[in-house]
């Protein structure tokens, strides 16, 4: 009997797309260290290294890869939802919808159920004990931020059966009508000067990358053998590079992929055109290191290196904010001066700091790994409906809780979620509310009379 890694790593089919399956290691790896890198932390609070040293922000063209782990979910989600419409029993596909929500949010939403209730119970405990100020408050807002991020995906999954629809019937016209639409809002935006249309770009921008990895799980994005199956996603490279540069060289885009502090208009939040135009380019460099890295993953010691950091990359993202505010805190706990950043003194002491926060999310990993692993599923039948509100409310909880995060949890700190004010407890019990929905939903509780 060998390790279950290796276990697994030698079960994979043959016609297993395991490039996919990096793309989505490489691109959560890319935002942790991301994260980490432009941390700049002092005594007085925590900023932007970036905004610290402006000359760095092009470097936002390569790190800001969300839309790659986007566009892979999009080809996840089309070949999962096909592949429960062919088992599925005479019916109707709403029990199927129901099933395709759990099986895709379950390595999703039980470590972020977790990741929430331990920070939850945390925040309450050192408010209740009259902490919370310093680096201890700026962590309580902090730790909550990247759950944007789980809001967005399980949009995603939520639309995934109607946007496939429109992929089957119109094939590229579908992406070309979502981007038409993000274009369409910015210029409401800059040129109407329209209030409140931007957030629109929440859907458009995003299910559009989405949009592309549909395409990608129907071959029509050109990559096979043969240099001349390299001209579409060189061309989707190129267009989306050039078009990405003239938005932010002549129009009101800023040069950095990631949100900036104080600045006006903000590439990431909203998303914009300009972000749509670098997703493209990504998504079309990516699919020209496709043959290589194919290559490289038939070797059985790098498949089973990308098999084992697979099952641990959602809780290693969920926690890394943690890890690396928790290195902080040690040292000024150890009164370990804090050089400036961006100083000779800051940089030297970088790789340390990074080896540091790498290994304490390794301990949180091993602590939380287990809630990773996928459950056993209940067949093809379920509750749509049920599920669909369950999606709906864990979706608002995630996406509130990113915004108010846990300081001032007594205070009845509140942020705006659509005009709506909504506190940490309420965002906390309509994710929790939502979760359980999702799970009953998708175990066929709505479907009794059929078997399961």
Partial sequence: MGSPVRVLAEATPVTRDRYVDLLRVASLAAVVLGHWMMAAVTPDGVGNLLAVVPELQPLTWLLQVMPVFFFVGGFAHALSYRSLLRKRPEGSTDSVYAAFLRARLQRLLRPTMVFVLVWGAAALLIQLLGGGGGLTGVTLRLVTQPLWFIGIYLAMVAFTPPLLRLHERYGWGAFAGLAGAAAAVDVLRFAAGVPYVEFLNF????????????????????????????????????????????????????????????????????????????????????????????????????????????????????????????????????????????????????????????????????????????????????????????????????????????????????ALLIAIPVTAPAAVAMTLCGWLLVERAGRGGGDRGQRP
């Fill in 203 to 414: 859907v458009f921008v995003w299910l559009a990358v989405h949009q592309l990895g549909f395409l990608r799980a129907d071959g029509r994005l050109g990559v096979g053998p043969g240099l001349h199956s390299l001209r579409r996603p060189a061309l989707l490279a190129g267009a989306g590079l050039v078009t990405a540069v003239a938005l932010v060289a002549f129009g009101p885009y800023p040069l950095s992929m990631v949100g900036m502090p104080g600045e006006k208009v903000s590439n990431m939040a909203p998303p914009t055109l300009a972000l749509l135009c670098h997703g493209l380019w990504l998504v079309g460099a990516v699919e020209l290191l496709r043959a290589p890295a194919a290559r490289l993953l038939a070797r059985p010691r790098a498949w089973r290196t990308v098999v084992a950091a697979n099952g641990v990359a959602m809780t290693a993202f969920l926690w890394h904010l943690t890890a690396m505010l928790g290195v902080y805190g040690a040292m000024l706990a150890l009164d370990v001066p804090l050089p400036e950043p961006a100083t000779a003194a800051w940089w030297a002491r970088t790789p340390l700091r990074l080896v540091a926060a790498a290994a304490l999310t390794a301990v949180l990993v091993a602590a939380f790994r287990t809630f990773e692993r996928p459950a056993p599923t209940a067949g093809v039948q379920g509750h749509g409906p049920l599920a669909a509100l369950g999606a709906t409310l864990t979706l608002l909880g995630v996406l509130g809780l990113s915004m108010v995060g846990f300081a001032g949890l007594l205070e009845g700190r509140t």
